[in-house]
C-alpha cells in the first residue's frame, strides 16, 4: 500500500467506486456438525438498503458476522470493497474497518463510557492527530445527527433507554463517515413510533452521506418502507435478492408464507395507505382512506 | 488519487479574503490541517470549496464551523458538499462530552454517606433474609414432602465432593508451612519435637476450618451468587414466584443446608490432609517418623480442639452460603449487577467469617476449652 513519509497510508480515503461493495461467494459457516451457511452467494449494490430476512436461526446474523470479520467462514471468498477479507491478517483489514460502522443488536455502548466518548472511541483508534477540540465537536454532531438530544451526549448508557440506545450505537457506528453500514435488527424491540423514526434516519442518513446498508430485520414495515432490495434467506443459502414487490411473486412456500402472511399483508396495506395519504386532495383517495380505516363492522 | 487536504488564504481584488481549500476533506486527511485552521485569523469572505476532491460530513463540519466564525459564505461547494452542509446545518451543541464530576470535597463525603446508608439497609436485608429463610425451613418441616432432596444432593457433590481436590492440596500445602516454619522457630529452644503439637492443634482448632470456609465462599459463594442472579435476570424467579413455587424452598433452602452439611466434613478433611503435610516435613525435615508424628498427634491434640472446629464449621457455612444467596437475590437490572453482587458475596462472607471466628476465639477459651 502506498504511504506518504508520515505513514498514513493514500488510499485510505479513496471512496469505492466498484459496483458491489460486499461481495460474497460460495461462503459456508458450520457449527460443529451443524451447517448454517452452505455455498451462499450474495453481492451488495453500492448505494442500497438490503435488508436481509430468514426465519430464526437461518443465520443472518451469522452472514453478517462473517463479512465483518467476526467468524472465520469454513469455506468461501468474501469480499469488501473488493479486497478479500477471510484468512487475512488483522492489520492489513486496517483500510477496511474504518469504513465500515457496525450497530449491533442491543447497541453494544461501552458502559464505563458516556455517549460522547463512545463516539470518541474509533476516532482516536484511527485518527489519533485530530485535535481534542475537533473530536469533541464530531462526537456532539453525530450523535445530534442520530437523532439524539444534545443533553445525551454527556449520558451514560445505562441512563438511555432502549430507542435512544440504538441511535447512540448508530452515532458511535457513523463515527468515521463510514461508506457501508450494517445494521442488525435495528427496530427490534422498539415501540412503533421508534421504529417507524428509525426506518426514517436510516433512510435519510442513507441519502444524506450515501451509505450502503445491510440491514437485519424482522420488521415487515421496514422492508417495504425502506429498502431497496431484500435478500431471503432459507435452506442455508440466498435463495432470492429482489425488490418485495417482485419477491412477493416468487414461488417459495417461506417467501409466500412471509410477505403473504396476516402480518406479510398488514404491512402491505399500512404501506398502501401511507401512499394514499400522500394524495388526500384528491377526493376519491381519501374516501378510499377513510374506508380502509374503518375496520369492517363484522370483526369489530 | 490520495494527496492531502490543504488550504490557503486568497487576497481578492477587491479586498476580501478568500479561504480556498482543496484535497480530500475527509476524517482520515484532516488531522494535519485542523490545528492550523482553528487558528486562522483575519476577515474571511468566502470559503471557495470548488477545489476539494472529496468530502464528507468532517470535512463539511470544518468549513461549516469556518463559515460560522468568520461569517463567511461557502461557494462552488459540489452536490454532496451541499448536502452534507444542509444536514449539518442544526447540530452545533455546547453539550459537555464527559459526565459532569463533583469537586473532591463533595464527592468523597458523598461517596462515604452512600455506603453508611446502604451499610444500613443491607443490614435490615440481611436479617429479613434470615427471617425468610427460618420462615421457609419452618414450613418444610411442616410439608417434608415439599423439600427437594434432588437440589439438596446436587448441592451436596457441588460444594463438597467436587472441593475435594483444591481443598486437599491447599491444606496440604499449608501443613507443610506451618510445620517447616514451626520448627524453625521452636529449633531455637530445642523444642522441634513440639512441631507436632503446633500443626495438631492449630489445623483443628483454626485453620482448618477457617481456610476451607474461605475457600468455599471462593468457590460456592459466587456460584450461588452469580446463579441466583442471573436467574433473577433472566426472570426465572419470577416465573418460579407465578407458579407457586417458593425460590427461598427452591434455590436459598437446598444450597444454604448443602453448605452447612458439608462445611464440618471438608474442615475436618481440610485438617486431616494438614496434618498429613506436617507428617511428611517431619519425616524428611526434623527427623520425626511419619507414623510417629500421627500417633502422637492423638496424645497432644486434646478433644475438644476437634470439637471446637466441627462447631465453628456449620456456622461458617451458614453465613458463606447466606451471602452468596442474599446477594444473589438482590440482584435486578442488568448483568453488570450480577459481577457487583458476587463479588460482594465472596467479600462480605469471608469478611463475616473471619469476624465470628475471633468471637470464637474468645468464647472457647473462656468456657475452658483452651
Known sequence: MAQDETGRDLERHERFRGE?????????NRFGDQVVHQDLDLKVRRGEILGVVGGSGTGKSVLMRSIIG???????????????????????????????GVLFQGGALFSTLTVGENVEVPLKQFYPDIEPKLRHEIARYKTILSGLPEEAVSKYPSELSGGMKKRAGLARALALDPE??????????????????????????????????????????????ICDRVAVIADKKVIAVDTVPNLMELDHPWIQEYFNGPRGRAALTAQALDELRKHMDKPLAANVVKALDKPPAGKA | MGGFAEYELVEESDGGNVLVLSGPYLVSTIGPVDGDLCTLEGQIQKIDLSGVSEIDTVGAWVACSISRQFDAEIIGASERAERLIGALKDTTSEEEIS???????????????????????????????LGALLLSVGSLLRHPKRFRWLALVRQLELVGVSALPIIGLMSFLIGIVIAQQGAVQ?????????TVN??????LRELGVL???????????????????TMRLTEEVDAMQTIGISPMEALVVPRIMAAVLMMPLLGFYSAGVAIVGGAVVGQFMLGIPFWTFLTRIQDVVPLYDLWVGLLKAPVFGLIVALAGCYHGMQVKGNSEEVGLRTTMAVVTGIFAVIVIDAFFAVFFTEIGWG
Open chain 1, 20 to 28: 458491489y461493495p460486499i461481495v460474497v461467494e460460495g461462503l459456508t
Open chain 1, 70 to 100: 467476526l467468524q472465520t467462514p469454513a469455506e468461501g471468498e468474501i469480499e469488501v470493497f473488493g479486497r478479500s477479507v477471510v484468512g487475512t491478517d488483522p492489520e492489513d483489514d486496517i483500510g477496511i474497518r474504518n469504513r465500515w
Open chain 1, 180 to 225: 457501508l453500514l450494517f445494521l442488525d435488527e435495528p427496530t427490534a424491540g422498539l415501540d412503533p413510533i421508534g421504529a417507524a423514526a428509525f426506518d426514517n434516519l436510516t433512510r435519510a442518513l442513507k441519502e444524506t452521506l450515501g451509505l450502503t446498508v445491510f440491514l437485519i430485520t424482522h420488521d415487515l414495515d421496514t422492508l417495504h418502507e
Open chain 2, 99 to 129: 459526565a459532569p464530576r463533583l469537586p473532591v470535597w463533595k464527592r468523597v463525603p458523598g461517596a462515604i454517606g452512600e455506603k453508611l446508608y446502604n451499610a444500613r439497609s443491607g443490614m435490615y436485608g440481611v436479617i429479613g433474609f
Open chain 2, 186 to 194: 521452636l529449633a531455637q529452644f530445642g523444642a522441634e519435637t513440639l
Open chain 2, 198 to 203: 503446633l500443626v495438631g492443634r492449630i489445623t
Open chain 2, 211 to 229: 481456610m476451607t470456609a474461605i475457600m468455599v465462599a471462593g468457590r460456592s459463594g459466587s456460584a450461588f451468587a452469580a446463579q441466583i442472579g
